[in-house]
């Protein structure tokens, strides 16, 4: 089973929607959890890190279930701009990064 | 503040063929990251590094060799060059707690033909 799995979509959207999707990760001993953006094969970057008690940026809402051990990200009122891949990223221990594959979202005029 | 610097950015190379990809950053971080990312695919560790001197295999070391001399800098040697080592590669840094965002650098396409 992989460390970190998500779904790859691609999530269509139309300008102003929401959308939502999910990431789950294998070992219950991960200690912090992150969403990254990496636009055409760029450089990946901090998005927004998540928090046990779940966090908002603007648009852009993060939740952590430890229990069921995966975090989420919701998008609101969705911008061409925010066409992107989003990594989910879990951290074991101090140095060990675990990556998904990222989930790909294209907004539509 | 440049963060993370990696160069070249693009290259081409033929079987067989040597390389080093450098990576350098300014943020004094001790933990440094060589990725690589395969088309639709998440990024595998490569090689890391906790501190100079100090380095360790990833989940995809075969094939690479880095060095740690320096704080700054954290070099990726391809030896010999093969088709399956087609892929972009990423350097990247962070400060080791665990809690605060990895830097990357800008990625080097490399092609192996």
């Known amino acids: 089973r992989k460390e970190v799995e998500q779904d790859p979509g691609p999530f269509n959207v139309p300008e102003g929607a929401t959308v939502a999707f999910n990431c789950t990760y294998s070992?219950?001993?991960?200690?912090?959890f992150f969403w990254y953006r990496q636009d055409c094969r760029k450089e990946p970057k901090l998005l927004m890190s998540?928090?046990?008690s779940g966090n908002e940026d603007g648009r852009f809402t993060a939740q952590l279930n430890r229990a069921s051990q995966y975090i989420s990200l919701l998008i609101r009122d969705s911008k061409l701009s925010d066409s992107a891949t989003y990594l989910c990223v879990v951290t074991l221990n101090d140095y060990k990064l675990s990556f998904g594959a990222g989930t790909t979202v294209t907004v539509r005029a | 503040n440049a963060g993370v610097t990696q160069t070249p950015k693009f290259r081409i190379l033929k079987i067989g063929q040597s390389m080093t990809l450098q990576c350098t950053q300014d943020m004094n971080h001790n933990y440094m990251y060589w990725y690589r990312q395969d088309p639709g695919m998440g990024l595998k560790l490569i090689y890391y590094s906790v501190g100079a001197g100090i380095t360790d295999k990833g989940e995809v070391p075969n094939g690479y060799n880095v060095s740690r001399s320096t704080t700054e800098d954290f070099p990726l040697r391809l030896e010999l060059a093969a088709p399956s080592q087609t892929s972009v590669y990423f350097c990247a840094s962070t400060d080791g707690t665990g809690m605060t965002e990895a830097f990357f650098g800008q990625g080097t396409r490399l092609t192996v033909v």
């Open positions: 070992n219950s001993a991960s200690q912090s």
């Open positions: 998540v928090y046990s």
